[in-house]
C-alpha cells in the first residue's frame, strides 16, 4: 500500500496570503489528522476528521481550517499567513475510529512565510 | 493543562549499547494511551511503541522497552543494542481519554534528538 501523501512538500508564501496544503491517507484510512512542527513549540495538533467530520480540534486561531472529501482525501487551508506559521505540517491517518489507533504520518509540508 | 515533558533534549549512545529516554505527563484523568513516535533524519515519522494506562504490564517490541510507571506519571523507552538506524529525534506523546469514552487530543513532548555513533 502507498503511504500518506502530501502535497506539495515545499512551499513559499508571503505574509498575509493563505494556504492549501494536501494530504491523501492510506488506502482504507477514514481517519486524518493535522500537526504543526515547529523548533520551538514541537508538535501541536491542529485538527481531525472523520468520515468528512471534524472531530477534535486543537487550540489555533480560526485562520487554521480543513476539510475531508468523501474519498477521505483532507486539506488544510491558512488564511492571512503570519511570520509564526512558518513550520513543518505534518498529516498522520489511521484506519479506525478512534486516536488512539496508531496512525501514519506523512513526510510533511514544509511552508516558509515570508 | 495536559503536558508531556521530555527533559532529555539531546542524547547520544554506543552501538549496540543499550539508552534510556526519559518522559514525563501530566493529567488528571485516569484512562490514557501513551506513545513513543520516531522521527528519523529527514523522513517520516513512525510509531515506535504504546501502552494503554490501564495495562500494568511494560509494552515492549523487539529491542524497544518501556518502563511505565503510572502513579509518577513516567514513561521511559529503553533501546537495546542500539542500531546506527535509530539516529532520530524520539517523541513521547499522550492522549487522554476524557470521562464518558470521548478522546483528547494527541499531545506530544518537544523531542530528544538521539545519536548513535559507531
Known amino acids: 500500500k502507498a503511504g500518506v501523501t502530501q502535497t506539495p512538500r515545499y512551499l513559499i508564501k508571503t505574509r498575509g496570503q493563505q494556504v492549501t496544503l494536501s494530504c491523501s491517507p492510506i488506502?482504507?484510512?477514514?481517519?486524518v489528522s493535522w500537526y504543526q512542527q515547529t523548533p520551538g513549540q514541537g508538535l501541536q495538533f491542529l485538527f481531525e476528521y472523520f468520515s468528512e467530520t471534524q472531530r477534535n480540534k486543537g487550540n489555533f486561531p480560526g485562520r487554521f481550517s480543513g476539510r475531508q472529501f468523501s474519498n477521505s482525501r483532507s486539506e488544510m487551508n491558512v488564511s492571512t499567513l503570519e511570520l509564526g506559521d512558518s513550520a513543518l505540517y505534518l498529516c498522520?491517518?489511521?484506519?479506525?475510529?478512534?486516536?488512539?489507533?496508531?496512525?501514519?504520518f506523512g513526510p510533511g509540508t514544509r511552508l516558509t512565510v515570508l | 493543562a495536559q503536558t508531556v515533558t521530555q527533559s532529555q533534549p539531546e542524547m547520544s549512545v554506543q552501538e549496540a549499547e543499550t539508552v534510556t529516554l526519559s518522559c514525563t505527563y501530566d493529567?488528571?484523568?485516569?484512562?490514557?494511551?501513551l506513545f513513543w513516535y520516531k522521527q528519523p533524519p529527514s523522513r517520516q515519522m513512525i510509531l515506535v511503541i504504546r501502552?494503554?494506562?490501564?495495562?500494568?504490564q511494560n509494552a515492549t517490541e523487539n529491542r524497544f522497552s518501556v518502563n511505565f510507571q503510572k502513579a509518577a506519571k513516567s514513561f521511559s523507552l529503553k533501546i537495546s543494542d542500539s542500531q546506527l538506524g535509530d539516529t532520530a529525534m524520539y517523541f513521547c506523546a499522550f492522549i487522554p481519554l476524557n470521562y464518558g469514552g470521548s478522546q483528547g487530543n494527541l499531545i506530544f513532548g518537544k523531542g530528544t534528538k538521539l545519536s548513535v555513533k559507531p
Open positions: 501502552q494503554e494506562a490501564y495495562k500494568q
Open positions: 488506502s482504507g484510512h477514514r481517519s
Open positions: 498522520a491517518s489511521s484506519p479506525g475510529q478512534a486516536l488512539t489507533d496508531t496512525q501514519y
Open positions: 493529567t488528571s484523568e485516569s484512562n490514557y494511551y
